[in-house]
C-alpha cells in the first residue's frame, strides 16, 4: 500500500521535474511523430475513462465495482503524460493537436500535469474507500483540469 502510494506520489513529481527534451536529440522526426502519437492516445484513454466513470456516478449505467479500475487507468495514463509532452516538436512539422505554448510556458504545463496527477491520486484513493459520495467530489475536482488545460494548450476541436 505505502510503496504503491510512493510511486503515486513520483509519478505527481516527475511531472513536475520532467523538462522538456528537444525532438532532435531524442532520434528526430520520426521520435516527434511518436511522441505526438503517444500524447494524444494517452489524452483519449483519460478522456474515454474519465467518461465511463462519469456515467457511473451519475448512475446511468451500473458498475460501481469498476470505479477503481476507471481511476487506475487514468493514473497510469498520466503517469506517462509528462514523458511524450516533454518531447518538444516545434518546428518538426509534425501534425499535433498540442500547442506550441506547452514548450513555451513548460513549467507552467508541468504543474498543470503535477496538479492533475494529485487530483487523480486523490480520486483513486476516494475510489478504494468505496465511498461515493467521496468519489463524486473527487471527480469533480479532477474535471477543473481538463478545461483548464486545453483552454491553454490544446488546439480547439474543429467540429
Ligand atoms: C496538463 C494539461 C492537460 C490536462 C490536465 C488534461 N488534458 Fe486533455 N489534452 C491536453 C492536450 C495538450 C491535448 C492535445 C493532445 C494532442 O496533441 O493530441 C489533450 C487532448 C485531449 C483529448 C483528445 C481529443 C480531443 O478532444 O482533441 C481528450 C479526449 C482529452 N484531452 C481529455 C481530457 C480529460 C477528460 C481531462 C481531465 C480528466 C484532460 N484531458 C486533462 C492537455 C491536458
Redesign the pocket.
Known amino acids: 500500500m505505502i510503496t504503491v502510494r510512493k510511486a503515486l506520489m513520483g509519478a505527481a513529481i516527475a511531472a513536475l521535474t520532467v523538462p522538456a527534451i528537444s525532438a532532435d536529440d531524442h532520434g528526430g522526426a520520426s521520435a516527434a511523430a511518436e511522441a ?1 502519437k503517444q ?2 492516445y494517452l ?2 484513454i ?2 474515454t475513462a ?2 465511463g466513470l462519469g456515467k457511473i456516478i451519475k448512475g446511468e449505467v451500473q458498475g460501481d465495482e469498476n470505479i477503481p479500475n476507471y481511476t487506475r487507468i ?1 493514473l497510469k495514463a498520466a503517469s506517462l ?1 509528462p514523458v511524450h ?1 516533454a518531447v518538444d516538436t516545434r518546428g518538426t512539422g509534425v501534425k ?4 506550441d505554448a ?1 514548450w513555451e510556458n513548460w513549467d507552467d ?1 508541468a504543474a ?2 503535477g496538479k ?1 496527477g494529485e487530483d487523480l491520486t486523490a480520486l483513486d484513493a476516494a475510489a478504494k474507500s468505496g465511498d461515493k459520495a467521496a468519489v463524486a467530489a473527487a471527480f469533480r475536482a ?2 477543473r ?2 478545461k ?3 483552454d491553454e ?3 480547439p ?1 474543429e467540429h
Not at 499535433?96 to 500547442?99: D, L, M, R
Open positions: 505526438a500524447r494524444h489524452m483519449e483519460v478522456g474519465f467518461g487514468m503524460a509532452f499535433t493537436e498540442t500547442k506547452v504545463f498543470r500535469a492533475f479532477t474535471a483540469n481538463c483548464g488545460c486545453h494548450y490544446k488546439v476541436d
